[in-house]
């Protein structure tokens, strides 16, 4: 579910540019729309505030005041009718930074003095701006103007060169970051900057920035909402289904189905041999394993260096050949460890291996509910353990 759940940003901000043109072509958009964007900042502030995700908070935050300072409020309020035209520059450049700075940072709150030097931060760039604008000081405005390449970029836009550069390094920085740690929030925030550099894109256009800066501020809402889903159900280790998730998914079992308990042999004694942090990347190892099991299973974390493997529809005898096959995998994968933190490092990784056992049951008259069924498992995988480990056992 997890990859689908990481599409959903994606399909939503294609969905809405086929729209947008589509409606700017033969239709009128509605003109309150820009007024609607604002009631999504507010809504994502909220929620950032509630779940005390700061992160979303303060990134919704710097596209509600980017979208005031981009319309006609900003000119009302100025008293300045070119004043969106001197600002533009600025903001554009400033924004993709922000959101790359406030996405970054941990979550230390929002009214705290953590939060409070967070706003002291927007605070200084509004002022910056403010007096740029205010006393039309070039030396200030200008800056944000300057071409990187002597050549004009074949793109027919108002974004200035030093707000594409800011936007292709902060797409890489973000790029390289969801590589090596895949998130929610993080995938989440890489749309949103990509909304966000098309409503700049089509800043000419009335209506383009509120469609796609609100656009972005719903993308949020939805990973707040899919980052508290993970939290609940996703075992924040491994990334596979937690217990929750089993519970809940074994309340959805009927008729024939099997299920098996996994346990990574003498796990204790890995860990004090080499420590939990290596402990941990092996059970985010056997975890990576167990999600390619075969034959319609699914893996959760049951809880310490046990897993459970559940097969609706399934017999023992269906089952058994999947649980094979994984366990052999499991047999077969390697761990490169580098040595513990502290000491010296290997120059070449050294090959550690683990295997697991597995007892599997399934539904029958005697073990008739779920809970049944999970308890046989258990007694079937303390079983293998007695037949020597490193086997399946029903």
């Given at each position: 579910m997890m990859p689908i759940l990481k599409t959903i940003p994606f399909c939503l901000l294609a969905i809405v540019c086929i729209a947008y043109f589509q409606l700017m072509g033969d239709y009128m958009l509605p003109p309150n729309l820009a007024e609607l964007s604002y009631v999504i900042y507010g809504?994502?502030?909220?929620?950032?505030?509630?779940?005390?995700?700061?992160?979303?908070?303060?990134?919704?935050?710097v596209l509600a005041l980017s979208q005031c300072g981009l319309s006609g409020l900003a000119t009302s309020a100025a008293g300045m009718p070119a004043v969106t035209t001197a600002v533009f520059p600025v903001i554009s450049t400033l924004l993709p930074i922000n959101i790359f700075i406030f996405s970054q940072l941990k979550e230390r709150g929002i009214f705290t003095a953590w939060g409070l030097g967070r706003f002291a931060v927007i605070a200084f760039q509004l002022m910056y701006i403010a007096i740029a604008t205010i006393t039309n000081d070039n030396t200030l405005l200008s800056f944000f103007e300057k071409t990187v390449?002597?050549?004009?970029?074949?793109?027919?836009?108002?974004?200035?060169q030093s707000a594409i550069a800011a936007y292709?390094?902060?797409?890489?920085?973000?790029?390289?970051?969801?590589?090596?740690?895949?998130?929610?929030?993080?995938?989440?925030?890489?749309?949103?900057?990509a909304s966000s550099a098309v409503g700049l894109y089509?800043?000419?256009?009335?209506?383009?920035?509120?469609?796609?800066?609100?656009?972005?501020?719903?993308?949020?809402?939805?990973?707040?909402?899919?980052d508290s889903y993970a939290m609940a159900y996703l075992d924040e280790l491994t990334g596979?289904?937690?217990?929750?998730?089993?519970?809940e998914d074994l309340m959805k079992l009927r008729g024939e189905y099997a299920i098996a308990m996994v346990?990574?042999?003498?796990?204790?004694?890995?860990?004090?041999?080499?420590?939990?942090?290596?402990?941990?990347?092996?059970?985010?190892?056997?975890?990576?394993?167990?999600?390619?099991?075969?034959?319609?299973?699914?893996a959760?974390?049951?809880?310490?260096?046990?897993?459970?493997?559940?097969?609706?529809?399934?017999?023992?005898?269906?089952?058994?050949?999947?649980?094979?096959?994984?366990?052999?995998?499991?047999?077969?994968?390697?761990?490169?460890?580098?040595?513990?933190?502290?000491?010296?490092?290997?120059?070449?990784?050294?090959?550690?291996?683990?295997?697991?056992?597995?007892g599997v049951a399934e539904r029958s008259e005697k073990h008739s509910q779920p809970e049944a069924v999970v308890k046989?498992?258990?007694?079937a995988l303390y079983r293998a353990k007695k037949k020597g480990r490193n086997c399946v056992s029903k």
């Amino acid at each position: 579910m997890m990859p689908i759940l990481k599409t959903i940003p994606f399909c939503l901000l294609a969905i809405v540019c086929i729209a947008y043109f589509q409606l700017m072509g033969d239709y009128m958009l509605p003109p309150n729309l820009a007024e609607l964007s604002y009631v999504i900042y507010g809504v994502g502030m909220l929620l950032g505030w509630w779940f005390n995700r700061g992160r979303v908070f303060f990134v919704v935050t710097v596209l509600a005041l980017s979208q005031c300072g981009l319309s006609g409020l900003a000119t009302s309020a100025a008293g300045m009718p070119a004043v969106t035209t001197a600002v533009f520059p600025v903001i554009s450049t400033l924004l993709p930074i922000n959101i790359f700075i406030f996405s970054q940072l941990k979550e230390r709150g929002i009214f705290t003095a953590w939060g409070l030097g967070r706003f002291a931060v927007i605070a200084f760039q509004l002022m910056y701006i403010a007096i740029a604008t205010i006393t039309n000081d070039n030396t200030l405005l200008s800056f944000f103007e300057k071409t990187v390449s002597g050549e004009s970029l074949p793109m027919d836009t108002a974004m200035p060169q030093s707000a594409i550069a800011a936007y292709s390094i902060v797409f890489l920085l973000f790029a390289l970051k969801q590589w090596k740690a895949k998130s929610y929030l993080n995938n989440a925030f890489i749309v949103v900057l990509a909304s966000s550099a098309v409503g700049l894109y089509l800043k000419a256009e009335s209506l383009a920035l509120p469609v796609f800066f609100g656009v972005a501020g719903v993308i949020l809402i939805i990973a707040v909402i899919q980052d508290s889903y993970a939290m609940a159900y996703l075992d924040e280790l491994t990334g596979v289904p937690a217990r929750r998730a089993l519970k809940e998914d074994l309340m959805k079992l009927r008729g024939e189905y099997a299920i098996a308990m996994v346990d990574i042999d003498f796990f204790k004694k890995f860990n004090d041999t080499y420590g939990h942090d290596v402990g941990d990347d092996v059970l985010r190892l056997v975890a990576s394993v167990l999600r390619q099991v075969t034959g319609g299973g699914k893996a959760f974390r049951y809880g310490g260096e046990e897993f459970t493997i559940v097969f609706p529809h399934s017999s023992i005898e269906e089952a058994m050949p999947h649980l094979e096959k994984i366990r052999e995998l499991v047999e077969k994968t390697p761990y490169a460890y580098f040595g513990k933190k502290g000491k010296a490092k290997r120059k070449s990784a050294k090959k550690l291996f683990v295997t697991i056992s597995i007892g599997v049951a399934e539904r029958s008259e005697k073990h008739s509910q779920p809970e049944a069924v999970v308890k046989a498992a258990d007694t079937a995988l303390y079983r293998a353990k007695k037949k020597g480990r490193n086997c399946v056992s029903k």
